[in-house]
């Protein structure tokens, strides 16, 4: 499939909850074939009813205008310790919470589903017997998700590497080694989800050194234009890509080197609710994906 051109449906959040309505946008607009699909817009919390009228919708909707779900993801509003709950009573819950995700995104077509690897809290970042239990926790939960996601004809899970130590893998060394652990008894690959703009360690914040290390295990690349040791989850547009650190072209030729031959591209740019920005959202992408489409084609 090599490489390809999508967007991270975070965009579309409270503004175009509608799958009539992102799925024109996406298509008509914006010129995309590829989406990253997000809880956010279909929780699985809903009832059950209402999700399977919804992803019958959302099928419509795709097929009407010729997307393909190739991903299944966990957003803003799903940013959450799930999987690294102090509370053994919810990782229970989250995980079941988790099935029924891969339940819809399977629904849909989608070819890979995760999330941040899990999130600590405070008090469990801070005690190091609990840290470990709670990190091997998450290791033992998502290796029983990869035996769900595999009957559901999955080819791999991911999880994203963050910022910072208590939301996990903010080390490309730490990254590896959370990979390895799951890896050990998954019974499909656990892979990463790269972000090039997440502002980890303070030691390891070039992101072309993440995607040197990480980008031949990242069938997922989300993209946005930031400054140094931020995650600003700009736009590519002139105006930001004079302050931003993100080359479109570095990026594309950087990721090839480090041996990465099928990914999707995925845009995850926010904007903020405010009064001057909440309208340039479509235009803003548009000129986004004019900058990344010289690079890549599909």
Partial sequence: MAYRLGINLGFAINRFVEPEEWARIVAEELGLNYVQFVADLLNPFLPAEYVDAQVGRVKECVERYGL???????????????????????????????????????????????????????????????????????????????????????KELLFEPMSVPREMACTIAETRELMDRVNADAAIPM????????????????????????????????????????????????????KGIIDAKRVVETARKAGCEDTLFAFEISHREHWDTDGLVVSDLKESVDCWREHIGG
Avoid at 73 to 80: G, W
Avoid at 109 to 119: K, L, V
Avoid at 222 to 240: A, M, V
């Fill in 68 to 154: 393909e779900v190739e991903s299944v993801f966990t957003s803003a509003f799903t940013r959450v310790n799930h999987l690294m709950h102090p509370d053994d009573q919810a990782r229970e819950i989250w995980l079941d919470w988790f099935k029924r995700l891969l339940d819809i995104g399977a629904a849909l077509g989608a070819r890979n589903a995760g999330s941040h690897f899990g999130i600590l809290t405070v008090k469990s970042n801070e005690n190091t017997h609990e840290r470990e239990r709670l990190v091997e926790q998450g290791v033992k939960g998502w290796q029983r998700l990869s035996v769900y996601a595999k009957e559901l004809g999955y």
């Fill in 191 to 242: 892979k990463v989800c790269l972000d090039v703009g997440h502002a980890p360690h303070p030691d390891e914040r070039d992101p072309y050194k993440w995607i040197e290390a990480l980008a031949a295990d990242s069938p997922v690349i989300h993209i946005q234009q930031t400054e140094l040791h931020k995650s600003n989850h700009w736009p590519f547009t002139r105006e930001c890509n004079a």
